[in-house]
Structure formats: C-alpha cells, structure tokens
T-cell receptor, first 114, second 119 residues
Framework: DTEVTQTPKHLVMGMTNKKSLKCEQH?????MYWYKQKAKKPPELMFV???????INESVPSRFSPECPNSSLLNLHLHALQPEDSALYLC?????????????FGSGTQLSVL | AQKVTQAQTEISVVEKEDVTLDCVYE???????LFWYKQPPSGELVFLIR??????QNEISGRYSWNFQKSTSSFNFTITASQVVDSAVYFC????????????????FGQGTILTVHP
C-alpha cells in the first residue's frame, strides 16, 4: 500500500466555520507534511511532523492548527479562515530517516472559503 | 537562498514528439538534491526522480531521461515519444541537505511547466 489518503476531496466553508482535513498513510512513514497550493502555483510547505512531533512550522497563521494523533494520521484543523486561504491542501509522507527524501503525496483537499 | 527556475510556463506538443523541460537552479550549498515531480489533473504530485549533487550521471527510465549538468546548474527532463498520458504539470525542485533533522521536505519548487500532449 503506497497511498496517502486525504479526506474530504472538496470542502466549502464559511469564514466562521470550523472544519478539519484528514490525511492517512499506512506505509510506516514517520514524517508527514502539509502543503498549500494555489492555482497555477507550486506547492508551499506549511508544516512538517517528524515522529509525531511538529518539527517545522513555516510561519503559518494560527487559524491553521495541525495535529498528528499517531504515526499514520495527520489532521489540519481550520478556524476563521479567509477567502484567500482557498487552495488545494496536499498531505505528503516520507520515511523520516534522512534528509531530502522522496515524498508520497495525497490527491489533496480542494478548499473554498466563502 | 535557493531558487529554481522553470522558464517554460507551458509547452504543447503532438503525440510522439520528444519534449525537453528545462530546469535551472541556484544554491550556495555544495551538497543538495534535485527532484522532478509530475502533477496530473487528479492533483497528487508523483515523484519521478531524485538526484544528489555528487552524482552527475544522466539517467534514463523508459521514455524519461534526465540531464544533470553542475557546470550550468541545470537539471533538464526529456520525454521521448510523448503520449497523451504525459499531459500534466511538471515541477523541478531543490532540497537543501544538512544534518539536524529540520530540513525534511523543505523543497524549493520551480513554478512548474504545464505540458499538454495532443493526440
């Protein structure tokens, strides 16, 4: 099983809503990532978890709150988002053993903030 | 600071044509890694290749080949006999490589090249 599964695939939310994005992998990977991708732009790193601990936060606003409950799951909690936060949110994982590893990506959650 | 430039925003070819996607990078590091990822319309990025800065051998994988030249800081990608299924956005990316554990996944992506292969 070499898949990274993200749910939901699409999400529409108002600026006052609270929602969560979910990411799951069963490859035994110990590093997991959240990327944000605006249309026609490259992905931008948001967060990195290594062995369930947050190791990188790329100065992401606090309205995005990551959580790694266990080595297979990664969540991104959303609260009070702005319309400019509308984007494709991609989850990825890697083995977590060394630097510059091959990343396995999910298909993403297309988020629209109204 | 690291930078990756993919000067070709969009390329359109007819099936069976060969196509080369250019990638030029900038880094002050002597040790670094270069990647190519493919993003089909389904959205997920698919890993194609990883090359470290000490390995300048060109690589071929089926219809895909990569030309890494440190002298010109380029890592170009060629698809031979293109097919409609090759239509996607292709990203070149650069990763720093230092010990300490905080460089996981810190990829610097180029802006991407949209490749359209027409039947």
């Amino acid at each position: 099983d070499t898949e990274v599964t993200q749910t939901p695939k699409h999400l529409v939310m108002g600026m006052t809503n609270k929602k969560s994005l979910k990411c799951e992998q069963h490859m035994g990977h110990r590093a997991m990532y959240w990327y944000k991708q605006k249309a026609k732009k490259p992905p931008e790193l948001m967060f990195v978890y290594s062995y369930e601990k947050l190791s990188i936060n790329e100065s992401v606003p606090s309205r995005f709150s990551p959580e790694c409950p266990n080595s297979s799951l990664l969540n991104l909690h959303l609260h009070a988002l702005q319309p400019e936060d509308s984007a494709l949110y991609l989850c990825a994982s890697s083995q977590g053993r060394t630097v510059a590893e091959k990343l396995f990506f999910g298909s993403g959650t297309q988020l629209s903030v109204l | 600071a690291q930078k990756v430039t993919q000067a070709q925003t969009e390329i359109s070819v007819v099936e069976k044509e060969d196509v080369t996607l250019d990638c030029v990078y900038e880094t002050r590091d002597t040790t670094y890694y270069l990647f190519w990822y493919k993003q089909p319309p389904s959205g997920e990025l698919v890993f194609l290749i990883r090359r470290n800065s000490f390995d300048e051998q060109n690589e071929i994988s089926g219809r895909y080949s990569w030309n890494f030249q440190k002298s010109t800081s380029s890592f170009n990608f060629t698809i031979t006999a293109s097919q409609v299924v090759d239509s996607a956005v292709y990203f070149c990316a650069l990763s720093e490589a230092y010990a300490g554990g905080t460089s996981y996944g810190k990829l610097t992506f180029g802006q991407g090249t949209i490749l359209t292969v027409h039947p």
